[in-house]
């Protein structure tokens, strides 16, 4: 089975700091790593996807170091809405399946 | 309206009791999953459907049944509730079409507890 760890923090930053988040895997092959965003009480949904070494879209960084075996997401200027738990997610593939496993979430909360 | 909606949002059940929880999708999508969600953990898959005739476990298939009715409905049953069933779990779809893109479309959540 596909493993991921996070940190669960929670992580409490003020507004305009840059926090960073890791995610550790084993076992896996893949090519590409996903960020999924979930607010409280609500649905995930997709924030980020990692291929090759890395992605970039407007204040978020995401980087893939293979060698470690672990992807991270930056945040920078945080924003009091970037509040949430970030779920960091591997795929992998087996018996004809592709099947996504998740991390536990890391969770932040962006202070005024 | 909501793209991918489950029903109930809330549901309150004793031990024992059978109880169906109901994803119905308008994503035109054809794979179909169930997840649950406890607190601090992640989200663990419980069945997941490829098309109207494939079904697959999961991770903790244990304890539960679905049914793939049609492409656009994919329903999740407990056949006697136990509160360690007590969760909050999600339906999802997703369309390789595209190839496989690592997204899941999740609809809002179905809260149970089991007494």
């Known amino acids: 089975r596909k493993e991921v760890e996070q940190d669960p923090g929670p992580f409490n930053v003020p507004e305009g700091a840059t926090v960073a988040f890791n995610c550790t895997y084993s076992?896996?092959?893949?090519?590409?790593f996903f960020w999924y965003r979930q607010d409280c009480r609500k649905e995930p949904k997709l924030l980020m996807s990692v291929y090759s070494s890395g992605n970039e879209d407007g204040r978020f960084t995401a980087q893939l170091n293979r060698a470690s075996q672990y992807i991270s997401l930056l945040i920078r200027d945080s924003k009091l809405s970037d509040s949430a738990t970030y779920l960091c997610v591997l795929p992998y593939s087996g018996a004809g399946s592709y099947q996504l496993t998740f991390g536990k979430g890391t969770k932040l909360s962006v202070i005024p | 309206d909501a793209d991918v909606t489950q029903t109930p949002r809330n549901r309150i059940t004793k031990t024992g009791k059978r109880i169906m929880l109901e994803c119905s999708q308008t994503?035109?999508?054809?794979?179909m999953y169930w997840y649950r969600q406890d607190p601090g953990l992640g989200l663990q898959l419980i069945y997941y459907s490829f098309d109207v005739k494939d079904i697959n476990k999961g991770e903790i298939s244990d304890g539960y049944s679905v049914s793939r009715q049609a492409q656009a409905k994919f329903s999740l049953s407990l056949e006697s509730a136990i509160p360690n069933q007590t969760a909050l779990y999600f339906c999802?779809?997703?369309?390789?079409?595209?190839?496989?893109?690592?997204?899941?479309?999740f609809g809002e959540g179905s809260r149970l507890t089991v007494l």
């Open positions: 999802a779809t997703s369309d390789p079409r595209g190839g496989d893109t690592g997204e899941l479309f």
């Open positions: 994503k035109g999508h054809d794979r």
């Open positions: 076992n896996s092959a893949s090519q590409s």
